[in-house]
């Protein structure tokens, strides 16, 4: 059984279908990149994981329970957390209390202590941070902590949504560095990333989604090497 | 001189009374994004809920606080729980759904027709309560001792509930589903339930507000409309969403209404009350301590 296990979804925004007969599946411990250019439909899978954006067929199944009918708050609990786009901090609050409320499911709140220093060892400009507003620290520090927030859910499986938007590239290095460290203790990683490059060299495998479907997939030494993806996302 | 410190205390100590009042309005429009139309009402009930409780028991009228606050909590937080969430629920792509705003009117109409059904259009007051027209004399000036009270309970308040929202989980998540409702519930934190609790923080505030007016105010079906309007302008100046705006704006108000009649006729007061809230809508939408961002 899969950690993940996805079978025919369709998403739809209103009208206009985004994601069309979908399956994917995460094993566990693994780190998995979902590729593809704008609008390809790679957020909106992420949101329909997480019961934002309820796929309206199909089913997605997390330890073998059915959860795609669930509220966000019980896929959550479940121990799925998903790191959104553009950051979404809670940007009045200290960067700390931004890291507790990550971990305001009951799950993760038994040993909230625990987890603050664990995350803390792992990214320790947050400590150094912890009591400074969240809406001024740099776009780095800021994605720091939204990873960060999302490590104090205690996540079965962590789904991180571009975590390189809008990063100078020396930034970009120490995000994937951190997601590989990530990845290393044991955490799942499921990841929509446009930095093909540098997000399949840290996967294991990888699915790249066209126009809302699955169009290739594989080991991801594979697919960096394939010819297609060389030129449609690597550009040489 | 003395006459004019007198007036600035009596100002501040009425204000903060006021400042009370509009601080649950303050809360539940911080996380709602609604106007609460009913919270002069729900400020009333909390009135009649003393009156009656000191009346029947004899107790001390602060002592109803115990009763008042919780009952108001649970009273806001089903209201929220059963007439308002359905609402948000069928409109939830809104972020500011006004049909909630229509709603809280009707539950303002309700309940003050309710009231008038119940107890007749009269007006009740405590008239033999300890506090009834108590006065602390200092030197030449008059204090008066209810308002002191009601003073040292807004200010008590005020940072009970910012410690609450500072230091325990629920307050946090309060304040993060405020910012970011999508963000929120993405740390498992359901909206719906956070919107009772802070539903029922606001109407558990005016209790506490109403326990203070009981002393020394009238209490009648339609005494919350005084305070309605009052509070909006209150919270509108303080800053929609702080706590400590809605004090601040409360006693600017109290001293204004107090010192004014000095050197003018009482009704100008209004005007000059007025013409503040205007100025500072023109100056700083955002209110003298809200603070600037999207909501």
Not at chain 1, 124 to 151: D, Y
Not at chain 2, 32 to 48: D, I, Q, R
Not at chain 2, 131 to 148: D, T
Not at chain 2, 261 to 286: D, N, R
Request: proline letters at 4%; charged letters at 15%; one cysteine or more.
């Amino acid at each position: 059984m899969s950690l993940l296990e996805i079978n025919n979804i369709d998403v739809s925004y209103g009208d206009v279908q985004v994601i069309f007969d979908l399956s994917l599946k995460v094993e566990k411990g693994e780190v998995v990149s979902i590729i593809g250019g704008n609008g390809a439909g790679k957020s909106t899978l992420l949101r329909a994981i997480s019961g934002l954006m309820p796929a309206s067929s199909g089913t997605i199944a997390f330890h073998g329970v059915p959860i795609q009918a669930e509220p966000p708050e019980n896929v959550v609990a479940s121990g799925i957390i998903h790191v959104p786009e553009g950051r979404r901090l809670f940007s009045l609050m200290s960067v700390k209390d931004n890291l507790l409320v990550g971990a305001y499911n009951k799950r993760a709140n038994k040993d909230v202590a625990e987890t603050l220093k664990n995350v803390y060892k792992l990214l320790p400009r947050l400590q150094e941070r912890e009591n400074q507003i969240a809406m001024t620290l740099s776009g780095g520090e800021q994605q720091m902590v939204a990873i960060g927030r999302g490590l104090m859910g205690q996540p079965h499986l962590l789904m991180l949504d571009e975590p390189s938007l809008g990063l100078a590239p020396i930034l970009i290095k120490d995000i994937f560095e951190t997601v590989r460290k990530i990845a290393d203790q044991g955490t799942t990683v499921l990841m929509v990333e446009q930095d093909v490059k540098h997000s399949l060299s840290l996967s294991d495998r990888g699915y790249v989604l066209e126009h809302g479907r699955v169009v290739m997939e594989g080991k991801a030494e594979d697919l960096i090497d394939d010819p297609h993806i060389k030129e449609a996302y690597l550009g040489i | 001189m003395y006459y004019i410190i007198e007036d600035t205390i009596n100002g501040i100590l009425m204000g903060s009374i006021y400042g009370l009042t509009a601080m649950g309005l303050t809360i539940i429009f911080g996380v709602l994004k609604v106007v609460n139309f009913a919270h002069g009402s729900m400020l009333m009930v909390g009135m009649y809920l003393a009156y009656w409780a000191v009346t029947l028991s004899g107790m001390h009228p602060y002592l109803a606080i115990v009763l008042v606050a919780p009952a108001m909590f649970l009273f806001g937080y089903t209201l929220q729980n059963f007439v308002i969430k359905p609402i948000f629920i069928a409109e939830k792509n809104v972020r500011e759904p006004l049909t909630v705003i229509i709603v809280t009117t009707g539950i303002w109409y309700i309940l003050d027709n309710l009231t008038l059904l119940i107890f007749g259009p009269q007006y009740r007051s405590l008239a033999d309560n300890p506090l009834n027209g108590q006065m602390l004399e200092i030197g030449e000036m008059f204090i008066s001792v209810p308002k002191l009270y009601g003073c040292i309970t807004a200010v008590i308040t005020a940072l009970g509930v910012y410690w609450f929202f500072q230091k325990t989980d629920m307050g946090r998540a309060i304040r993060a589903t405020s910012m970011d409702r999508e963000a929120a519930s993405l740390m498992g934190i359901n909206q719906y339930k956070i919107y009772n609790v802070a539903f029922g923080i606001g109407a558990a505030t005016a209790g506490i507000a109403a326990v203070t007016l009981v002393p020394f105010y009238n209490v009648f079906p339609t005494v919350g409309v005084l305070f309605d309007i009052k509070g909006f302008i209150i919270v509108v100046l303080g800053g929609l969403g702080s706590i400590g705006g809605a004090l601040a704006g409360g006693i600017i108000i109290g001293i204004i209404e107090s010192v004014g009649p000095q050197f003018m006729t009482a009704t100008w007061t209004e005007a000059i009350v007025y013409g503040l809230f205007l100025v500072v809508l023109f100056v700083k939408p955002s209110g003298l301590f809200g603070q600037k961002h999207d909501w």
